[in-house]
């Protein structure tokens, strides 16, 4: 009788193991191991799945927006950069650089300290306005290769990378000295604006490998020529898309869009969705970064598309490879 028990005992067990009632399984040995590898492996795939979003803070000029931008969450900045001769590369927008605004060195230092204190930056954009005022021979300080040598020496080993951004200044020395030096070193890249295709054509021969060929396309008012995405090509968005399936298809690598302000939400979707592109230039339109509602905004379109479409996209980490 007992044995007669046990065995119907036994078969009703294995009925509701099968139903997946009990949760038998819990009660193997090495089944929560093998539930937890199998959880943080799922994790591990989906965070590849995601597309890494750069917010990346327009304009920013000094110290204090350094870290005023990490602070609201931007994962990479954009620095315009001007040659003086005598006194080198400076932060600055407007070619007039005094003793008010701060030197490459100072905002290169900032960047690198934040990073070694554990900030998520990944990498700075230079928007270099004068590729080529400076002769190499006549005015070292402030030629390309100063630029250059100045990131590698204060940016590359707190491990930020570098984008040089040539915005149509692509026939520029500049530009050529930047093709041929960063084939050496991976933690640098290049970015130039326009239609896709033109940017494709003007990489042609270059020697540079895809991954490290950026394309941005935009306007300091991002509504001018945006379009509505549908377009084959000229507008911007329409551009943006043809650049991402470009990418896609290994011709070019991270494709950004610009510049996003307050208001700008609906167009962030696009550019995010429909464009796919992998980052945005946020801030203000024509003043530099600094402590206001209308930054905090613009990152928060970034950061709201992204929390919308978590199972497909992410906010960009230090971990994360640009290039």
């Given at each position: ?119 998520n930056i990944t990498f700075v954009w ?5 590729p080529d005022d400076c002769d190499p ?31 149509q200044t692509a026939d520029s020395r ?150």
């Amino acid at each position: 009788m007992p044995s007669l028990l046990s065995a119907v005992y036994r078969t009703i067990f294995l009925t509701l193991c099968a139903l997946n009632i009990l949760g038998c399984a819990a009660q193997s040995p090495g089944h929560h191991h093998q539930h937890h590898h199998l959880h943080q492996q799922k994790q591990r795939d989906q965070h590849q799945q995601q597309q890494p979003i750069y917010a990346i803070a327009h304009r920013v000029l000094r110290p204090s927006a350094v870290t005023t931008a990490l602070s609201h969450g931007a994962n990479a900045i954009e620095v315009d950069l001007t040659a003086q001769e005598k006194t080198g590369w400076w932060a600055d927008h407007s070619g007039e650089a005094n003793s008010t605004d701060a030197t490459a060195q100072e905002i290169f230092t900032a960047v690198a300290n934040e990073r070694r204190r554990g900030q998520n930056i990944t990498f700075v954009w230079f928007d270099i306005k004068t590729p080529d005022d400076c002769d190499p021979k006549r005015n070292p300080e402030c030629s390309i290769e100063a630029l250059r040598d100045l990131s590698r020496k204060i940016l590359q080993p707190a491990g930020v990378k570098a984008l040089y951004g040539f915005y149509q200044t692509a026939d520029s020395r500049g530009f050529k000295v930047m093709a041929e030096s960063i084939a050496n070193n991976s933690n640098e890249a290049v970015v130039l604006s326009g239609k896709a295709s033109d940017v494709a054509a003007q990489y042609k021969g270059k020697g540079i490998d895809a991954p490290r060929r950026l394309m941005d396309d935009g306007f300091p008012q991002m509504e001018n020529n945006f379009g509505n995405c549908q377009e084959p090509g000229n507008f911007t968005c329409a551009e943006l898309r043809n650049a991402s399936e470009m990418r896609d298809q290994g011709q070019l690598g991270k494709i950004m869009g610009w510049t996003s302000t307050r208001g700008d939400a609906g167009r962030v979707d696009m550019l995010l969705g429909t464009a796919r592109v992998d980052g945005i230039i946020y801030g203000f339109q024509d003043k530099e970064y600094k402590e206001d509602p209308v930054v905090r905004e613009a990152f928060g379109d970034i950061r709201s598309f992204v929390d919308r479409h978590s199972a497909t996209h992410r906010m960009a980490t230090a971990e994360d490879v640009p290039w």
